[in-house]
């Protein structure tokens, strides 16, 4: 099925429904986290093919944006029925080149099935209204408004390294169903993966040029493609740093955007402590930290810390460490410089006198799970975003103290509360400056149909399946006048 996709490991660019190599010839090195082997090369594509791109999507979404959403949505059922029969093999290539282990890998490929699925259903429920003008003083039933739902144009889709396949296909879907059509920029590092998944979508039947992919260096095309006259609408997940510096450059052109976090747990005396822990350690550990909804600090009453800590410190000796194909837990991170970061910020909590209860050992870009205890306010672990397999525990004396250090923090993803008195769960969460408050759970993602958002640094607009697709089509009122 993907034989197209690639000569040898020179991965092309999909542009009109064909697999094409850069005119230029110029492509990028991809090599492994794990032992820096080259994995392939792929395209590295000049402003003169971006604009070629963004000219065949634009032509492409006309005829693509007046197909009825019943046959857009049989193109999407097709396209997770072709994600699910290559399941293993993309969940390989994800484990190749950015160290995703196998458990994991797998889980995302089948979780982004179900995604385009429900995407496929949610669409055809996407409906307009007629609005009577009497509804309003001062006019009557002489004024009627039909309200329908239209596609925005061009979507820009900028994906990242952690969840090249599911974060690519969650920009995607409720584009594609919404009537847009969609440049897929994947991140470098998981651009193959995400270039099999817009081969998927290729092969499901979708016309040319509705979904066309754009890789190369960000500092050559990354501002050209988002300032581009024919982009209506950037979908991003990424960084903080570079989705402010996309809402700068991108001006008045609308967007979608998940940032970084700084997610806490919240742990008070009445905690059902065996469940925090548990919790605390999936979120954390879970894919070494790589993630945005990550559980990044533990802010826990003092009365109950050192139990807490004991059964956390149980259940990460248990994590195993490896390579992705060795049915691991804690694998390497995703390149050198992230494992610096990452070991920077536990030699700072080192110098400033937090404890160390394990960990803190390093094999090139291999951080073994560390946990600290005593953190403080001071250290640059208790407010910087790691993105690696490092925990900070803060002891705190009251819930009081617990909101106020929870919301000192730029991010405002999600949040945690572990307690068994609801009263004190609902004051917390009401007080808290995040998108989501987890009660009694781990800060995640999911399910795709709920809303996911971040406040303050954490991003801007609302995903989740039917909020994503409102949010890349927009109203449009026809207003028929009566005679009276």
């Known amino acids: 099925m993907f034989e197209n996709i690639s000569e040898g490991k020179n991965y092309k660019s999909l542009f ?34 971006v604009n ?17 959403i019943n046959e857009r949505a049989e193109v999407l059922f097709k396209a997770a029925e072709l994600l699910e029969e290559n399941v293993e093999e993309i969940a390989k290539i994800m484990q190749a080149e950015i160290a995703k282990d196998s458990k994991s890998a797998v889980s995302e490929v089948k979780r982004t099935v179900d995604f385009i699925k429900f995407t496929a259903s949610e669409g055809k429920h996407i409906e307009g209204e ?42 995607i879907a409720p584009a594609l169903i919404a ?26 039947g979708l016309p040319k040029g509705v979904l066309n992919t754009v890789t190369g260096r960000g500092s050559e095309i990354g501002d050209y493609l988002v300032t581009h006259k024919n982009v209506n609408f950037i979908n991003f997940t990424g960084s903080t740093e570079v989705g402010k510096h996309i809402a700068k450059e991108a001006n008045m052109i ?49 009365k109950v810390a050192d139990k807490l800590i004991k059964l956390i410190e149980e259940r990460v000796n248990q994590l195993k460490v490896g390579n992705p194909e060795d049915g691991v837990d804690i694998t390497p991170l995703i390149d050198s410089k992230a494992a610096d970061f990452v070991q920077s910020l536990i030699d700072d909590a080192l110098a400033k006198g937090a404890k160390l209860i ?30 690696g397999p490092v925990l900070p525990i803060i002891r705190i004396k009251d819930i009081e103290e617990a909101i106020s250090i929870a919301n000192r923090s730029e991010y405002g993803l999600q ?16 007080k808290l400056e995040v998108g989501t408050v987890q009660i009694n759970n781990k800060t995640e993602r999911g399910p795709d149909h709920f809303p996911f ?29 009566l005679p009276r």
């Open 52 to 68: 070629d791109i963004l000219e065949n999507s634009k032509a492409a979404q006309i005829k693509w944006g007046e197909t009825p």
């Open 16 to 49: 009109n429904g064909e697999w094409v190599k850069s005119k230029s010839g110029k492509t990028i090195q991809l090599k492994s986290p794990v032992d820096e082997t080259v994995i392939g090369e792929i395209q590295s594509l000049s402003q003169e093919e």
């Open 415 to 430: 949040s945690s509360v572990f307690t068994r008195n609801i009263d004190d769960a609902f004051y917390i969460a009401k």
């Open 254 to 302: 609308p967007m979608l955007m998940e940032l970084g976090g700084k997610d806490a747990a919240i742990v008070l005396e009445d905690a059902d402590l065996e469940l925090a822990a548990k919790n605390i350690v999936s979120g954390a550990y879970s894919y070494s930290g790589q993630r945005c909804t990550a559980v990044k600090r533990v802010l826990v009453i003092d």
């Open 358 to 387: 394990l960990g803190n050992k390093r094999e090139g870009n291999l951080i073994y799970p560390t946990l600290f205890d005593n953190v403080t306010t001071d250290m640059r672990l208790a407010w910087e975003e790691p993105f």
């Open 453 to 481: 958002l971040g406040v303050k640094s954490s991003g801007m607009g609302t995903q989740g399946i039917r909020y994503s697709i409102e949010a890349m089509s927009r109203p449009k009122a026809i207003v028929l006048n």
């Open 130 to 171: 007629t609005i009577g003008g009497d509804n309003f003083p001062g006019f009557n039933k002489s004024k009627l408004s039909f309200v329908t739902r239209v596609p925005l144009g061009v979507v820009l889709s900028i994906s990242p390294f952690n969840y090249p396949v599911n974060l690519s296909a969650s920009k």
């Open 179 to 204: 009537g847009n059509s969609v440049v897929l920029k994947p991140p470098t590092q998981g651009a193959i993966s995400a270039l099999y998944l817009a081969e998927v979508f290729n092969k499901a």
